[in-house]
C-alpha cells in the first residue's frame, strides 16, 4: 500500500481505502451483534481541552464495551499545566504516555494534537482539533449512511454548513474514497473555498462525481443525503472548556431546515447532523423518517469500538497523512475554486 503508515489517527488523509473497509466490516459486525475479541484490559486517556458530548462519552463507552478502562488525562480546573510555575505540554503529554495505552485528544488549536502525537510512542486519535479536522466522525458519518442506504457511490450526497467546520473536511476527505454519484455544496455565495476542498472537489470531478453549488437548502432536498450544520461552525467550536458561548447563532433562513421543507417537497433525503445543532435544524424534523441524526449517535459505538480495538492491537494507517509534511493544515483563507463557483438554486 502506498503513502505513510502511521500509527496514530489524527487526519482522514490517514486513512486510506483498505483502512475504510476494514474499520466499516468491523463496526458492521459489531452493530450486527458480533462480539470483538476480549483482549487484555488496556487504559485509554481522554485528553479534552474544549467541550465535547458525543466524542467524549462515545469513546468511554466503546473502551468500556471492549473491556478496557478510561482516564480523564485533561487539565483539571486545579491543574498546574500550562502554568508558569507548573508543567509544560511536554512533560504532560510524556508522563501520560507511561500511564495510557492510546490517547484520544481534543485540542483548541489545529497543531496540538500533531504535537501530541509527535511527543509519545502510543497511539493518538484527533477528537477535533480546533477548525482541523474530526477523522472519527467523518467514518460515523459514513456509516450511517451505508446502513441505512448502502453503497455510497450510488448515492447524490449534498453539505450544507461552513466549509472549514472540521466534520465537513474529514467528511469530504473520506468521499474521496468512495465517490459518491453526486455531489452538492450549499453555501451562501460570499463563502470562499480553500485550496483544500478546492482539491477535494477537483479530485471528486476526476472520479465521475457530478459537483454542483446552491444556496438555498431546498435544493438539496432531492438528494440521497443531507449533511447540515450551520454556517457558522468555525466560529462556534473555538471555546475551550468552561467558557460560555453568550452569542446566540441564528442560521439564515435559507439554510434553515424545517420539518415544513422537506414535506412540502415530498422529500426522502436522510438528514445528518453531527450535532451540537444550533438553528439550522428545527426541532419539527426529529420526527420524520429522514433524521438520521441520532442514529449517528448510536452508530458512533461501533465505529469508535472499532478505530479503538485496531489501534490497541497495533494496526497502523496507510493513507498519505498530510500531518507530517503540512503542519497548520487546513488552509481557510483562500480564493475560491474558479471550476466551483456559486450557482443560482433551481427551487
Same mark, same amino acid.
Given at each position: 500500500?502506498?503513502?505513510?503508515?502511521?500509527?496514530?489517527?489524527l487526519?482522514?488523509?490517514?486513512?486510506?481505502?483498505?483502512?475504510?473497509?476494514?474499520?466499516?466490516?468491523?463496526?458492521?459486525?459489531?452493530?450486527?451483534?458480533?462480539?470483538?475479541?476480549?483482549?487484555?484490559?488496556?487504559?485509554?486517556?481522554?485528553?479534552?481541552?474544549?467541550?465535547?458530548?458525543?466524542?467524549?462519552?462515545?469513546?468511554?463507552?466503546?473502551?468500556?464495551?471492549?473491556?478496557?478502562?478510561?482516564?480523564?488525562?485533561?487539565?483539571?480546573?486545579?491543574?498546574?499545566?500550562?502554568?508558569?510555575?507548573?508543567?509544560?505540554?511536554?512533560?504532560?503529554?510524556?508522563?501520560?504516555?507511561?500511564?495510557?495505552?492510546?490517547?484520544?485528544?481534543?485540542?483548541?488549536?489545529?497543531?496540538?494534537?500533531?504535537?501530541?502525537a509527535?511527543?509519545?510512542?502510543?497511539?493518538?486519535?484527533?477528537?477535533?482539533?480546533?477548525?482541523?479536522?474530526?477523522?472519527?466522525?467523518?467514518?460515523?458519518?459514513?456509516?450511517?449512511?451505508?446502513?441505512?442506504?448502502?453503497?455510497?457511490?450510488?448515492?447524490?450526497?449534498?453539505?450544507?454548513?461552513?466549509?472549514?467546520a472540521?466534520?465537513?473536511?474529514?467528511?469530504?476527505?473520506?468521499?474521496?474514497?468512495?465517490?459518491?454519484?453526486?455531489?452538492?455544496?450549499?453555501?451562501?455565495?460570499?463563502?470562499?473555498?480553500?485550496?483544500?476542498?478546492?482539491?477535494? @472537489?477537483?479530485?471528486?470531478?476526476?472520479?465521475?462525481?457530478? #459537483?454542483?453549488? %446552491?444556496? =438555498?437548502?431546498?435544493? +438539496? &432536498?432531492?438528494? /440521497?443525503?443531507?449533511?447540515?450544520?450551520?454556517?457558522?461552525?468555525?466560529?462556534i @467550536?473555538?471555546?475551550?472548556?468552561?467558557?460560555?458561548?453568550? #452569542?446566540?447563532? %441564528?442560521? =439564515?433562513?435559507?439554510? +434553515? &431546515?424545517?420539518? /415544513?421543507?422537506?414535506?412540502?417537497?415530498?422529500?426522502?433525503?436522510?438528514?445528518?447532523?453531527?450535532?451540537p445543532r444550533?438553528?439550522?435544524?428545527?426541532?419539527?424534523?426529529?420526527?420524520?423518517?429522514n433524521?438520521?441524526?441520532?442514529?449517528?449517535?448510536?452508530?458512533?459505538?461501533?465505529?469508535?469500538?472499532?478505530?479503538?480495538?485496531?489501534?490497541?492491537?497495533g494496526?497502523?494507517?496507510?493513507?498519505?497523512?498530510?500531518?507530517?509534511?503540512?503542519?497548520?493544515?487546513?488552509?481557510?483563507?483562500?480564493?475560491?475554486s474558479?471550476?466551483?463557483?456559486?450557482?443560482?438554486?433551481?427551487?
Amino acid at each position: 500500500m502506498a503513502g505513510l503508515s502511521v500509527k496514530d489517527l489524527l487526519s482522514a488523509d490517514d486513512i486510506d481505502d483498505a483502512d475504510l473497509a476494514d474499520v466499516l466490516s468491523r463496526a458492521a459486525a459489531i452493530a450486527d451483534g458480533a462480539t470483538p475479541p476480549r483482549t487484555p484490559a488496556k487504559m485509554i486517556g481522554l485528553f479534552f481541552e474544549q467541550e465535547s458530548t458525543r466524542t467524549r462519552i462515545g469513546f468511554d463507552v466503546a473502551a468500556s464495551r471492549l473491556g478496557h478502562h478510561v482516564v480523564d488525562v485533561s487539565a483539571s480546573p486545579g491543574s498546574r499545566l500550562g502554568k508558569a510555575q507548573g508543567e509544560d505540554l511536554e512533560d504532560h503529554i510524556r508522563t501520560i504516555a507511561e500511564y495510557c495505552d492510546l490517547l484520544v485528544a481534543r485540542t483548541e488549536h489545529v497543531v496540538t494534537v500533531e504535537e501530541i502525537a509527535r511527543l509519545t510512542h502510543i497511539p493518538v486519535v484527533n477528537g477535533g482539533n480546533g477548525i482541523g479536522e474530526h477523522p472519527t466522525q467523518a467514518l460515523v458519518d459514513l456509516f450511517t449512511i451505508q446502513r441505512r442506504l448502502g453503497d455510497i457511490r450510488q448515492l447524490s450526497v449534498a453539505l450544507s454548513c461552513d466549509p472549514t467546520a472540521r466534520h465537513a473536511l474529514s467528511f469530504m476527505k473520506l468521499l474521496k474514497l468512495r465517490p459518491p454519484r453526486r455531489f452538492t455544496l450549499c453555501l451562501a455565495p460570499e463563502t470562499l473555498l480553500s485550496n483544500v476542498v478546492a482539491a477535494i @472537489i477537483d479530485d471528486l470531478r476526476q472520479h465521475g462525481t457530478e #459537483v454542483d453549488r %446552491v444556496d =438555498d437548502i431546498e435544493a +438539496t &432536498l432531492d438528494h /440521497d443525503v443531507l449533511s447540515i450544520q450551520t454556517q457558522k461552525a468555525s466560529s462556534i @467550536i473555538s471555546g475551550r472548556i468552561g467558557e460560555m458561548d453568550s #452569542v446566540q447563532h %441564528v442560521e =439564515d433562513e435559507k439554510f +434553515t &431546515l424545517t420539518a /415544513d421543507k422537506i414535506l412540502r417537497t415530498h422529500s426522502k433525503t436522510m438528514i445528518l447532523n453531527p450535532l451540537p445543532r444550533h438553528s439550522e435544524t428545527d426541532k419539527s424534523c426529529d420526527s420524520l423518517p429522514n433524521a438520521a441524526y441520532f442514529e449517528q449517535v448510536r452508530f458512533s459505538i461501533p465505529i469508535r469500538m472499532a478505530v479503538l480495538s485496531r489501534m490497541l492491537s497495533g494496526r497502523r494507517w496507510a493513507g498519505r497523512s498530510r500531518l507530517h509534511s503540512q503542519p497548520g493544515w487546513p488552509e481557510t483563507s483562500s480564493p475560491i475554486s474558479s471550476s466551483l463557483l456559486p450557482s443560482v438554486s433551481s427551487n
